[in-house]
């Protein structure tokens, strides 16, 4: 049963693939003048799911994916063209396989209504696209390479029945088919003779395994269609070498040149050859299967991250052994050798070479991440109403695989937010003069060591007056505060605040892009928002390439050296007298520029050190918590600033409060990595923040 | 494997035995992982005084329970001489910082007694099992999940 769900389990995985080569198929097909390929490729997919399905018994699955697939064999065929209100059917009907099989994987009921709409819509469409129910049947004529015309098919009636010659190949077996399945099948369609034919089986001293050289040779006599006999062997088309030849014609003869039928092909006998690609068929207009089978993934495997991950640990200690050798080697006074130099730089690049290919293993393009959102777009554009088109740009940029995980559910509100509220309705577009298709586009680039993801749109911008008077109504800033036109945008990410003053039904659901931020922020990340009145709005996150690496600083504190994520940090200085001012009996404040900023003393926070440390003979550390709020963080010194690994401190201890992880140095010592954010909330100098101190439990 | 090992004769089971304050303590074998020398540690906030902090065990943070400290006989004072016994617990790794590794016993599970009704020391609650010898030797038997900080909730 475990074993089931395993082949299962990988049935999913890879129908995820599956759905996303269709979805980008489909938008392909978007374009005027798409190559005629990607339907070949766009109904693969289709067909591979309902094959995988049919095997599991997941039957919602299978019919709609026949449903589909029938329509989309009649855009293969060119009896129905690819018009928008066509594609659009298309793209939803993809979206709904793709729910059906979430809902399968799930074992969760699907969204019945949308899919029996869907059905009709696409039995609307085949009723117009074909005349006669031979369409049902199409898909295998075509499969057999038909409509290509190198293997015209006879149109001549005759006795009822096939020859069949069956030679599977190695593959066959290894796939896990089995042929007598195949055979038992084939005589559920009529009276089946069915004889091995061992002549080419080698005798035992070259007989080897992976050689299969049994060949069968079946006589059924039936009234059904050579494409139903076909489609018994679909799934093992591509690993065995069949020949079907209706019972009249010379078995093993050559096609007949003839013409391809148009009548109903229900009741005539064909002759159809489905054999792999061979060499002499290269230059057919048949689509090769890797072509097919979904684009331009190359060859991969699958790997799991737990042994990237260890990987990546050895890696981590060899980096350490190496600095120790350098060590001993300094020690021992041999390092003005030139040949002992060169080999440890030697180890040492290598070491490095190897830690960053480990990295790219983990990276992924975000391309898995920008293609669901079109998905996003279409549905908020249909639940508002407007019309919006999405543009992506460099899905190609790729970051570490955790972080794709995690970049899905702030991206979606975001894009969510940007159609709700960024762009306007179309006559409000076009009363000012712009296309009623508002436009979203969605990219991404590498810069100076971070990935930029840039979500803008060219609606009407943030209007500020509004947000201001919502903010001022929550309470979130004081009436008549003077706030410049970034602070007011800064305000829509605060906890609270939500623009829209009903509750929409698409991104007014209580949580705000308050968690997009703190979302981005825990990745490492920080968003960044500009908009122009009139122009648009775009929301810029910058992340670090990896959740693996953090850019720290290191920083000493009572002998012990921690790391502080270098993205939370501000200004860094020597505290100056003069710009200290104390407040109560502990309470101490910076004033910086016109700015009162509390000052936390990180020492005493950890319970390293019992009585508050002297303010001048340290360093403050300027940093900005969430809401903008800022902090300086009282430390004894600044080490270094570098890349440090993250270590999980969860796995083998629990939670530190303040402490967002581990690292490990380069003397092999293990840093704590603090968390800015908790620090701040927990520290007991800061009154007023709402939110509670929850570490403090801990 | 080493579990496995030590399943292999019934009635029999192998344990590591150790020194903690002029006291024999063991632990059942398949539980560790490995022994090694004391190295320093890196302390971690708001920790329970028993926890001596936190060492890296090739690439992975793994913390160190001083047993002494937990089992009430009074902080360690570690030195190059003190040893960490690197053990697995429900998929966590833990360091247990002992006095001296003294053996590996075989044990008749016939030996294993429970622990008497002696006065409330705090010792008690931590130790399962004594196991009597021939020669008059005892060793108490540590119950790993006792011994070890309670996970906390993560609170973000």
Not at chain 1, 80 to 96: G, K, T, V, W, Y
Not at chain 1, 383 to 389: D, W
Not at chain 2, 33 to 46: C, D, N, Q, Y
Not at chain 2, 69 to 82: D, K
């Amino acid at each position: 049963m475990a074993e089931m769900d395993e082949i299962q389990e990988m049935f999913f995985d890879e129908c995820g693939e599956l759905l996303e080569g269709l979805a980008n198929g489909l938008r392909q097909m978007d374009q005027p003048g798409y190559d005629k390929e990607t339907v070949h490729a766009v109904f693969r997919a289709v067909h591979s799911i309902k094959g995988g399905a049919a095997a599991f018994g997941l039957n919602d699955l299978v019919t709609f994916a026949h449903r589909f697939e029938t329509v989309l064999d009649l855009l293969r065929s060119d009896r129905l063209e690819a018009d928008p209100a066509l594609m659009s059917i298309m793209h939803r009907s993809s979206d709904c396989l793709a729910d059906l099989v979430t809902a399968a994987r799930q074992s969760s009921e699907p969204d019945h209504a949308k899919r029996e709409a869907l059905l009709t819509e696409l039995d609307r469409i085949m009723a117009d696209g074909g005349d006669d129910d031979a369409i049902e049947f199409t898909p295998m004529v075509i499969d057999i390479g038909a409509l290509d015309g190198e293997d015209p098919l006879p149109g001549l009636a005759g006795e009822a029945g096939f020859n069949i010659h069956f030679i599977p190949d190695g593959d066959l077996y290894r796939s896990g088919n089995e042929p007598a399945a195949l055979f038992l099948a084939l005589a559920k369609l009529g009276e089946a003779e069915i004889r091995v034919d061992s002549d080419f089986v080698p005798p035992l001293s070259d007989w080897s395994e992976d050689q299969p050289q049994l060949r069968w040779t079946i006589i059924l006599h039936t009234n059904c269609a050579a494409d139903e006999i076909a489609e018994i062997f679909e799934f093992v088309e591509d690993c065995c070498e069949l020949h079907v030849t209706p019972l009249t014609a010379e078995p093993d003869g050559p096609p007949k040149p003839d013409e391809i039928s148009d009548s109903s092909p229900g009741d005539i006998p064909e002759t159809a050859q489905i054999n792999p690609p061979e060499p002499a068929q290269t230059d057919s207009a048949r689509p090769s299967r890797p072509a097919a089978s979904g684009g331009d993934s190359g060859a991969t495997i699958r790997v799991s991250l737990a042994r990237v991950d260890r990987l990546m640990n050895m890696i981590g200690e060899l980096v350490i052994k190496e600095a120790m050798l350098a060590q001993v080697i300094q020690t021992a006074g041999m390092s003005e050798d030139p040949d002992v130099l060169a080999g440890l730089d030697a180890i040492g690049q290598l070491a490095g070479d190897i830690q960053e290919s480990v990295m790219a293993i983990r990276a992924q393009p975000l391309k898995l991440v920008f293609q669901r959102m079109h998905r996003i777009v279409r549905e908020a554009a249909d639940a508002t109403g407007k019309q919006v088109n999405l543009v992506t740009v460099g899905e190609e940029t790729e970051v570490d695989k955790t972080m794709i995980e995690r970049l899905i559910d702030p991206l979606t509100h975001m894009i969510r937010n940007s159609v709700d509220h960024g762009l306007e309705d179309g006559e409000t577009r076009q009363a000012r003069g712009k296309p009623a298709e508002g436009r979203i586009t969605l990219s991404a680039a590498h810069r100076s060591g971070r990935v930029q993801i840039e979500v803008s749109d060219d609606g009407g911008g943030i209007n500020r007056p509004k947000v201001r008077e919502i903010a001022e109504e929550r309470g979130l800033v004081a009436s008549g505060a003077s706030l410049n036109p970034a602070e007011i945008d800064q305000l829509l990410f605060m906890p609270g605040f939500s623009s829209k003053t009903e509750v929409s039904a698409l991104s007014g659901r209580g949580v705000g892009l308050d968690v997009v931020r703190r979302e981005i922020m825990d990745l490492g990340g920080r968003v960044m928002i500009h908009s122009e009145i009139g122009q648009g709005t775009t929301f810029s996150i910058a992340l670090p390439l990896t959740l693996a690496v953090l850019e720290g600083m290191l920083i000493q504190l009572c002998g012990e050296t921690m790391v502080l994520p270098i993205n939370a940090v501000q200004e860094t200085m020597r505290a100056n007298p003069s710009m200290l001012h104390g407040v109560g009996q502990d309470g101490r404040l910076l004033s910086n520029r016109g700015d009162l900023i509390p000052i936390i003393d990180l020492a005493g926070e950890f319970g390293l050190r019992d009585c508050p440390a002297t303010i001048e003979g340290g360093v403050l550390i300027v940093i900005e918590a969430d809401n903008q709020k800022r902090s300086a963080l009282l430390v004894d010194g600044i080490i270094d600033q570098r890349q440090v690994v993250i270590k999980s401190l969860e796995e083998n201890y629990g939670h530190v409060p303040g402490v967002s992880a581990a690292t490990i140095l380069g003397d092999g010592k293990i840093a704590l990595i603090i968390d800015p954010e908790e620090v701040v909330r927990t520290s007991s100098g800061d009154h007023d923040r709402a939110v509670p101190a929850a570490a403090a439990q801990g | 494997m080493l579990q496995s090992m030590s399943h292999n004769t019934v009635g029999k089971s192998d344990v590591v035995a150790f020194k903690l304050a002029e006291q024999d303590f063991c632990i059942d074998i398949g539980l560790v992982r490995e022994i090694r020398g004391w190295s320093p540690t890196t302390t971690l906030p708001h920790a329970p005084d028993y926890v001596k902090g936190v060492i890296n065990l090739r690439g992975s943070v793994v913390t160190v329970v001083d047993l002494s400290a937990r089992l009430g006989f009074g902080a360690t004072t570690p030195s190059q001489r003190h040893v960490v016994i690197i053990a697995m617990h429900e998929e966590r790794v833990v360091g247990l910082l002992a006095d001296l590794v003294s053996d590996i016993v075989t044990v008749n599970d016939g030996n294993i007694q429970p622990v008497p009704d002696i006065a409330l020391t705090h010792a008690r609650e931590f130790i399962t099992g004594m196991i009597t010898f021939d020669d008059g030797q005892i060793l108490r038997k540590i119950d790993l999940s006792q011994v070890l900080p309670i996970a906390r909730e993560e609170t973000a």
